[in-house]
């Protein structure tokens, strides 16, 4: 749902929403609205994701907020360098001809599921996988169907909180590559994580 929406409709349940005390940041970001002011700067969209309880007859009994996360335009920086052979070199007076280059991404900025939610598992594929990988896997989804048909790019981007490390890993992301240079932000000293959604073509010759 809309982050609109889901202040105007349900601001009760908004403000419930905790990822526990280690995560207060998180906290503040959707309970203080932060998110509000975040996306009329520019600097990303929210999104809340609800589960939501129906009866026999598909009227809403009740709702609890599972968690949110934020997407915003960027690009991953990379050198692009390719080794001159031996006459080029010594023409020119360098070893290697390098471009700086930009691969076109979306960046999950943001991401927290309500402690309530955290040990939450169900089955996907034959595996018992938390709701936070469902998460994840229906951004990526979310991700290919803009990709194909509303905005060019080429990945998705993110740091991740140390020990988030492993589960970015299992559901498709990679460490930066070495030739990779993240645009400095907030959060640079985290792990910068990537997952291409389209073929990314590099050049770094040792």
């Not at 076109?104 to 309530?116: G, L, N, P, T, Y």
């Not at 020990?163 to 400095?184: C, D, K, R, T, W």
Request: charged share 25%.
């Amino acid at each position: 749902m809309s982050l609109e929406q889901a202040y105007q409709d349900f601001s009760s349940e908004m403000k419930r929403f905790n990822a526990g005390n280690s995560y207060k940041n998180f906290n503040d970001f959707l309970v203080e609205k932060e998110a509000i002011t975040y996306k009329d700067d520019g600097n990303g969209v929210t999104y809340v994701v609800w589960n939501v309880v129906y009866d026999d007859f598909q009227q809403e009994i009740s709702r609890e907020i599972v968690g949110y996360y934020t997407l915003a335009a960027t690009a991953i920086p990379y050198e692009d360098r390719i080794r001159l052979d031996e006459e080029e070199s010594k023409e020119l007076g360098k070893e290697f001809d390098i471009e700086i280059c930009g691969i076109s991404a979306i960046e999950i900025k943001m991401f927290a599921v309500d402690e309530r939610y955290q040990d939450v598992f169900f089955e996907y594929e034959g595996e018992d996988l938390p709701i936070s990988a469902w998460i994840i896997r229906s951004i990526i989804d979310f991700a290919n169907s803009l990709l194909n048909n509303v905005l060019g790019f080429k990945a998705l981007f993110l740091h991740s909180l140390p020990n988030a490390e492993n589960f970015y890993i299992s559901n498709g992301f990679n460490p930066m590559e070495v030739n990779m240079q993240p645009l400095h932000s907030v959060d640079s000293d985290y792990k910068a994580m990537y997952l291409a959604l389209k073929e990314v073509k590099m050049n770094y010759d040792e």
